[in-house]
Nanobody, 125 residues
């Protein structure tokens, strides 16, 4: 049973950076497509990025394109989300999620089966 645990969230000033990690256990990440999602207070959860099982294909929501970078290290069984030039509107709980590798990214959207518990990111001065 795949389990996902996010870490790396916190409080950061506008313009700052954070790197989120999504560590997997119970299975090998090579077999999974991974997506990052976020949910801001009072808003619906939204997809923001997706990476193929090999890492060869990455996709981003327009609002994070050029600021966020998704990557994966299948040896470490971990997926990352590097977030630069953070804005107050990036404040949200961030989740990683997984789907079997045959289920590909639909652009930056992933129909995921397994979810982490989330990590809070707050961008404020």
């Amino acid at each position: 049973q795949l389990q996902l645990v996010e870490s790396g969230g916190g409080l950061v000033q506008p313009g700052g950076s954070l790197r989120l990690s999504c560590a997997a256990s119970g299975s090998t990440l090579d077999y999974y497509t991974i997506g990052w999602f976020r949910q801001a207070p009072g808003k619906e959860r939204e997809a923001i990025s997706c990476i193929s099982s090999s890492g060869g294909n990455t996709y981003y929501r327009d609002s994070v394109q050029g600021r966020f970078t998704i990557s994966r290290d299948n040896v470490k069984n971990t997926v990352y989300l590097q977030m630069n030039s953070l804005k107050p509107e990036d404040t949200a709980v961030y989740y990683c999620a997984a789907a079997p590798a045959y289920r590909r990214c639909l652009g930056y959207v992933l129909r995921a089966d397994s979810w982490g518990q989330g990590t809070q990111v707050t961008v404020s001065s």
